[in-house]
């Protein structure tokens, strides 16, 4: 297996993306070492929230998030998975597993921000970061929660079958296509080839054709008893939990109620479905979500 780096080349002209670019040495397992990219933008000393993407995104998804958020008071953090962004990417897609994300993940959060942090966390960001929430709870002060879920087996819709099938077989794989056609409002031909600039050829999306085969959402599955587990912390998490979905997602819209249900801290909370808004709800309705971040921040008592 290589271990891929990313060619700075193909993003040296990604719009509205001017962050400094920051970097940890990951433990990959089996040997195998790689390097994180992440945003961090904003005071050192300032309240953090980490905004975590999903698949087949990278932080660019969060390029219209954070200035408002900073704007608040906000020190954001927001990394880029191993597999995705200018974090590297190992070839081979066996290679990649729900555990192992979450200890690339803890490794970086452990290293960069072991404090108690806001979250904002979408599609797999919120597998991961819903996760995270329910193993320690404690290292969390608030949650915001988007077009995402945390599942523990069943029975998948047609809508994500159907979505898995494509990731793995489908000879025509373009990332940045499939952020068009999962958003409410129109992409830029600059925004479509800044999302397709981390994978420049096949070996690139190994991470990306992996992640829908690991969701684990039919009994049986690897992910399914370690979530159970998380879900009994997650379930008790009393400080203030809130689901921002848009209206327009076919695969995780209706997602939004067993948390509002199951979670302690999103009881009374202003939970809203999105209109004009998509799977990539970051693309369509940046203001209100983080505008969202900062009034739940400000209820938790983390942000003046």
């Known amino acids: 297996m290589k271990v891929l780096s990313y060619d ?13 670019e920051n970097w940890i040495e990951i433990d990959l397992g089996d040997g195998h070492s790689g390097r994180m990219h992440y945003i961090d933008e904003g005071p050192k000393d300032a309240p953090p929230v980490l905004l975590f993407h999903g698949e087949p995104s990278w932080s660019f998804l969060y390029r219209k998030m954070i200035p408002v958020l900073l704007d608040a008071g906000f020190r954001c953090l927001a990394p880029d998975l191993i597999g ?23 490794q970086w959060r452990e290293a ?45 819709s047609p809508a994500f ?14 990332i940045g296509e499939l952020l068009q056609r999962a958003t409410a409002t129109e992409r830029s031909a600059e925004e479509v080839a800044a999302y397709d600039a ?17 969701v684990p959402v039919e009994d049986g599955m690897d992910g399914i008893e370690q979530n159970k587990r998380a879900w009994e912390g997650l379930a008790g998490f009393d400080k203030p939990f809130l689901t921002l979905f848009g209206e327009d997602d076919p695969v995780t819209g209706g997602l939004a109620q067993p948390l509002i249900d199951r979670i302690a ?38 942000l003046a």
């Not at 991961?128 to 077009?147: D, I, Q």
């Not at 079958?161 to 373009?174: C, H, M, N």
């Not at 909370?269 to 209100?288: V, W, Y």
């Open 161 to 174: 079958l159907a979505w898995r099938q494509f990731a793995k077989s489908s000879p025509e794989f373009q």
């Open 112 to 156: 960069v921000v072991p404090q108690p942090a806001a979250l904002f966390c979408q599609d797999w960001g919120g597998l991961l970061g819903l996760r995270m929430v329910g193993e320690e709870p404690e290292k969390f002060t608030c949650v915001v929660a988007s077009n995402t879920f945390l599942p523990t087996g069943g029975t998948p």
């Open 265 to 302: 801290g999103a009881k009374d909370m202003p939970h809203a479905m999105l209109s004009t808004c998509g799977h990539f709800c970051q693309e369509d309705r940046p203001k209100e979500l983080a505008q969202g971040v900062i009034d739940t921040a400000k209820k938790a008592g983390f």
């Open 198 to 214: 981390p994978f420049p050829d096949e070996p690139s999306k190994a991470g990306a054709r992996a992640f829908p085969a690991l």
């Open 84 to 106: 995705f962004g200018k974090s590297d990417k190992p070839d081979d897609i066996g290679f990649y597993s729900y555990d192992r994300h979450i200890s690339w993940l803890k």
């Open 8 to 20: 700075p080349a193909r993003f040296a002209a990604i719009p509205d993306y001017d962050f400094a």
